[in-house]
């Protein structure tokens, strides 16, 4: 039988401050009361503790927290009970996520914005390209440069168009 479960839960600014976790889904799996307890965190750094002596909680996890000084309370956390005497404990560092997330989308926007330049400065040399074709009476010439210019606008909507439906499911 797999006894192994997983949650995750919101941490409260007194178990941060406290240096404890409150885990009350699951009690079963858990040592009884004073009984010795390994935290492993999302590096596999082991941090040896125990059980409340009658709270549903993990005592003496100073040493977890100071690993984890971004933790406040009402962050998520990722609670892996492996087995009666190990459980992982693991930071969900949404705003990171998030951060690197806008991160991600503002270099996005960049290189958009800078394909879009390139299409631009290619449009003005076309453009260049068939008022001489027209200054020189070659006008198959012209009208070849047309189409492509034409091709090419209909490719910088296009790429504003879906890169604005991206951004606008996000």
Excluded: C
Aim: charged share 30%; no cysteine.
């Amino acid at each position: 039988m797999n006894r192994e479960k997983q949650f995750s839960r919101e941490l409260r600014p007194y178990e941060v401050e406290y240096g404890v976790v409150y885990i009350q889904q699951y009690r079963e799996l858990l040592p009884p009361p004073g009984e010795s307890i390994i935290i492993m965190d999302e590096k596999d750094r082991r941090y040896q503790t125990k059980m409340h002596s009658k709270q549903p909680r993990i005592d003496g996890l100073t040493n977890w927290y100071k690993n984890h000084p971004k933790i406040r309370g009402g962050d998520m956390v990722k609670v892996q009970i492996i087995n009666t005497n190990l459980i992982k404990l693991a930071p969900i560092n949404e705003v990171l996520e998030h951060k690197h997330q806008k991160s991600v989308l503002s270099e996005e926007n960049m290189l958009i914005d800078e394909l879009i330049s390139k299409i631009q400065q290619a449009k003005k040399v076309i453009d260049k390209k068939i008022n001489e074709a027209i200054n020189q009476n070659n006008y198959e010439t012209a009208e070849l440069y047309l189409k492509l210019g034409k091709e090419l606008s209909e490719f910088k909507n296009r790429i504003n168009t879906l890169y604005g439906s991206i951004i606008n499911e996000q």
